[in-house]
């Protein structure tokens, strides 16, 4: 069996930081050639020169997923300078928690679009693509890992909108896996519990507070934790697919 990704290409959406700069790194050191996706162009191209520093191919894209005609653009630009797709690593995201009383709707909104409307118009125009590279590729198999959360499968009192935009993300990985799971596309859900990455620190204040108190005596995973489990879903063999990863620290109780 080989843990190895040569021949390939994977897009990577939130590759800017955390999860996703980390699972571009992964993917890379595995041999494939890695589209990097976000909104800041400069975080890109210092990931991009770390992987081609160590002998990988990367791509810089730089695009806001929420937006449609860019989120199309981004694959079809990966598909055209890299010459497939082989996988596709769903990351992008946020998460804004505090009471839903009161709670400003342009959070509410902002996790709709980046959570699952993102999601679905990159897992939307990927899909051919993987259906074809699972027909022809190296591999003879393809993967769509969407990154959702804890909080996908638990509902917390100040999470409810947070929790809506996972479960979504959760119910969407797993239909869309029944349709597609025949032609050997592994669809794949992956849900991190505290991880130390930028993810929280766009709270409000009061917000920041209450969750680092939460945390205070946690160790959280570190962002290489979740693309090291990422790193083992894509790499198995073609009848083997990891369906769901619910991933916390071992201090984490809920």
């Known amino acids: 069996m080989s843990d190895r990704l040569d021949g390939t290409a994977a897009l990577v959406t939130g590759a800017s930081s955390g999860i996703g700069a980390a699972t571009a790194v992964e993917l890379a050191e595995k041999g494939a050639a890695v ?5 800041r162009a400069e975080r890109l191209e210092e990931l991009a020169d770390r992987i081609r520093d160590g002998g990988g191919t990367a791509l810089v894209l730089v695009a806001d997923v929420t937006a449609e ?3 199309r653009a981004v694959v079809e630009r990966a598909v055209t300078e890299l010459g497939r797709l082989d996988t596709l690593i769903n990351n992008a995201g946020v998460m804004l928690l505090g009471p839903a009383v009161d709670a ?4 509410w909104q902002r996790m709709v679009e980046v959570n699952l409307l993102g999601l679905l118009y990159t897992a939307h125009a990927a899909l051919p693509h ?3 590279a699972a027909g022809d590729g190296p591999r003879r198999v393809a993967d769509l890992v969407n990154i959702s959360s804890v909080a996908g499968r638990v509902a917390r009192s100040g999470s409810a909108v947070y929790n809506a935009t996972k479960h979504g993300v959760g119910a969407f990985s797993e239909g869309l896996r029944q349709e597609v799971t025949g032609r050997h596309v592994r669809v794949s859900l992956v849900e991190p519990g505290a ?3 930028e993810l929280s620190g766009h709270n409000r204040p009061e917000v920041l507070d209450g969750i680092k108190k939460r945390f205070a005596d946690v160790e959280r995973l570190q962002a290489e934790d979740i693309a090291d489990a990422i790193g083992y879903i894509v790499t198995r063999p073609r009848h083997v697919a990891v369906n769901e990863v619910l991933i916390r620290p071992t201090e984490q109780e809920g």
Request: net charge neutral; proline share 6%; glycine share 0%.
């Open 35 to 39: 589209a990097l996706v976000a909104r």
């Open 69 to 71: 005609k860019q989120a």
């Open 195 to 197: 991880v130390a990455t």
């Open 130 to 132: 993987l259906l074809s």
């Open 104 to 107: 400003p709707m342009e959070e």
